[in-house]
């Protein structure tokens, strides 16, 4: 039942490191160019800073859903298909040859997607075995 047992603290601890995309909402500049090392661009500041807003609610909704049970299960199953989504781009990006470059800026992203959407998974097969024993 590990999955089960730590997932409070996984919770709050993904939560908080997805809520830190916030600042690609507040700052982008800095974001983009210390995070990333991509130039920053006017044109697209909207759709920057947008990201930045959905995943750092993301990441409030994650941390907060470790103290409302009762949101948990909506919480988890939309923050899995985000993350999920972005590990499906980040490992389209490697057949891509225009863009594989840019994997080398994203991998802490990448391994915190990962991590958050194969402990998803375990917890969610630790409930369904619990659910088969009954």
Not at 18 to 33: C, D, K, Q, R, S
Request: glycine content about 6%; charged content about 15%.
């Amino acid at each position: 039942m590990f999955f089960t047992r730590n997932l409070k603290p996984f919770l709050v601890i993904g939560g908080l490191i997805t809520m830190f995309a916030g600042v690609y909402a507040i700052n982008p500049e800095l974001a983009l160019l210390k995070m990333n090392n991509l130039p920053y661009d006017d044109n697209y500041v909207f759709l920057f800073r947008h990201w930045g807003i959905m995943v750092g609610l993301m990441g409030f909704f994650i941390t907060l859903s470790a103290f409302i049970v009762e949101w948990r299960g909506s919480i988890m199953l939309y923050s899995f298909i985000e993350k999920l989504f972005m590990v499906y781009l980040f490992m389209s990006n490697f057949f891509n040859p225009e863009t594989a470059h840019l994997n080398v800026d994203f991998i802490s992203f990448a391994i915190t997607d990962v991590t958050i959407c194969v402990y998803t998974l375990g917890y969610w097969y630790e409930q369904y075995r619990n659910k088969q024993k009954l």
